[in-house]
């Protein structure tokens, strides 16, 4: 195992869904969501989020501390193990690396390429672009910000010109609904 913290050990391993011992009895996540998630694992054949566990009591059993909706999921996929990052300390013990980690995770944005970067700005600079049917989540009021201020030169020209976050959630979303 790696070392985590203060000589906790720790390490992503693949793990029988019965030797996941789970406290809560569902995420609350809509059927219509696990269902997708379960199709996305399932195509796959494993899970690419990973959720985290503790040493249980129990010999070779582990505790959930997050990614419930995952094992959720996993159950509906009909897989029989799923990747988890094991925390191999008791509950109380992991529990204090869980905000760290969520911290961390929110710093793991996908890279975008200077090609995604070039093609973006040629989609919104043409003038017969479908802003509203290619970038997800732009509707006609967006469209329009976004024609009425062209043309845009550069990342920062953009940013500039339509905020910084907005416009690099919409490169993202363009990336994703188009490649």
């Known amino acids: 195992m790696v070392k985590l913290y203060k000589g906790i050990e720790s390490q992503p391993s693949l793990v029988v869904l019965n030797q996941i011992q789970v ?23 494993f899970n690419l989020i990973v959720p985290f566990v503790s040493i249980a009591d129990e010999e070779d059993k582990y505790h ?30 992991a529990e204090k690396f869980i905000e760290p980690a969520f911290l961390q995770l929110k710093l ?42 062209r043309p845009y030169t550069s990342q920062e020209d953009m940013q500039k010109k339509l905020g910084a976050k907005r416009s690099l959630n919409w490169l993202k979303a363009y990336k994703q609904k188009n490649s």
């Open 64 to 93: 959930l501390l997050t990614g419930l909706a995952i094992y959720e999921a996993a159950i509906i996929a009909g897989i029989e193990r799923i990747w988890v990052f094991i925390i191999a300390a008791k509950q109380p013990e």
């Open 23 to 45: 406290a809560q009895e569902n995420s609350g996540t809509s059927r219509l969501t696990l269902n997708k998630i379960a199709e996305n694992i399932k195509e796959a054949g």
């Open 108 to 149: 793991n944005d996908r890279v975008i390429e200077p090609q995604d970067l070039t093609d973006f700005l040629e989609f919104i600079n043409n003038k017969n672009s479908d802003l509203t049917n290619k970038i997800p989540g732009v509707k006609d009021g967006y469209a329009k910000l976004i024609s009425g201020k």
